[in-house]
């Protein structure tokens, strides 16, 4: 592992009372200034495996460390060194969001002042309105806010635009892009695929308690293969097609999965072309996001694919 590593997991698990497995073996590391997104299924254990990073649990093995300290025994240390936004706040409802604000900083120490920390968040104007009056995606916001307050090395989102508009989530990407650009390290789950994409240095996929791929956003579409679909002419039957396009043929509707997109379409199109075919509803498509998540979920957690091993930075 890299030194300059501000989290560290490695064989990470996590059995609940009931005997459940939900973290499952998981391994990664995280540099200072990266942004590292974990996505998964709904139960793949993202949620149990940030509760480890951020101390609020013990692991039922493997190992945990958050800038060089066990979060769970060495929780004093590491704590007022990282800022947490977890999937539910609880704050005060009667409270107003200043009130709110002001009341977290007095445990903070070295706090940012109230009025920089609802700016930060674009919060400014809500700040005498009572935070049962705010609407869900202002109360993530305020959430973000309190995570922010003690100046965070290490900041963990989990789900931090749920809720949000589009444009809500866009000024948040804003502002942990800022972040990161300043050298914190962001640790951060979402449902968002596009939201990973955009903002992350790596990622990694959970399913099952296990991780399924993970590399930079790049290397992880790149795992998937681009499609092409067309549908071929009555009078043309699939046989005629190119020998190489001919397996993926069923019926009239042809869908070809290929790492070489270029050289298949380039191929296909020139069929078309000597042979006066005119392809219907052709689409071709390079692999995203979430034709790589998708596959992930479709298919079981027995399979380990690591398109990255070791850390480019
Ligand atoms: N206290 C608990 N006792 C037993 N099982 C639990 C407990 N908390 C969570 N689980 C189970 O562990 C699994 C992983 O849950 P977790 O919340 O970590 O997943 P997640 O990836 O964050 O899911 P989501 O995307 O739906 O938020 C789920 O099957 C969940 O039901």
Redesign the pocket.
């Known amino acids: 592992m890299m030194n300059d590593a501000v989290i560290e997991v490695e064989e990470l698990r996590r059995a609940?009372?009931?005997g459940?497995t939900?973290?499952d073996g998981v391994s990664f590391s995280v540099a200072r200034g990266e942004l590292f997104a974990l996505l998964?299924?709904?139960?793949?254990?993202?949620?149990?495996?940030v509760e480890l990073l951020e101390g609020l649990a013990r692991p039922s093995g493997g190992m945990v460390r958050v800038l060089g300290h066990d979060p769970y025994t060495e929780r004093r240390s590491v704590r007022p060194r990282m800022g947490v936004m977890l999937?539910e706040g609880g704050f005060p409802s009667d409270l107003t969001v200043a009130e709110t604000v002001r009341m977290c900083a007095g445990c903070t120490s070295g706090a940012r002042p109230t009025r920089e920390a609802l700016d930060l968040v674009g919060l400014t104007e809500r700040s005498g309105v009572r935070v049962k009056q705010l609407s869900g995606g202002e109360k993530r916001r305020l959430d973000l806010a309190l995570a922010l307050l003690g100046r965070p090395e290490v900041l963990f989102l989990d789900?931090p635009t749920t809720g949000l508009d589009a444009e809500g989530r866009r000024d948040t990407w804003e502002l942990v892009r800022e972040l990161r650009d300043g050298g914190t390290t962001v640790l951060l789950?979402t449902?968002y695929l596009e939201e990973a994409e955009t903002l992350a240095d790596r990622l990694a996929i959970?399913h099952r308690?296990r991780i399924d791929v993970t590399g930079t956003p790049a290397e992880v579409t790149a795992t998937r293969p681009a499609r092409i679909r067309f549908v071929l002419p009555e009078d043309v039957p699939a046989g005629r097609l190119p020998l190489s396009l001919r397996a993926a043929a069923d019926g009239r509707a042809v869908e070809i999965r290929t790492q070489r997109l270029q050289r298949d379409l380039s191929e296909l199109l020139r069929w078309a072309e000597e042979s006066n075919v005119e392809l219907g509803a052709l689409d071709a498509r390079s692999a995203s996001l979430e034709e790589a998540f998708l596959d992930i979920a479709a298919r079981g957690a027995e399979t380990v694919e690591a398109v990255e091993t070791v850390d480019a930075r």
């Open positions: 609940y009372a009931d459940f939900a973290v998964g299924t709904n139960g793949a254990g993202k949620t149990s495996t999937q789900e789950t449902h959970m308690g």
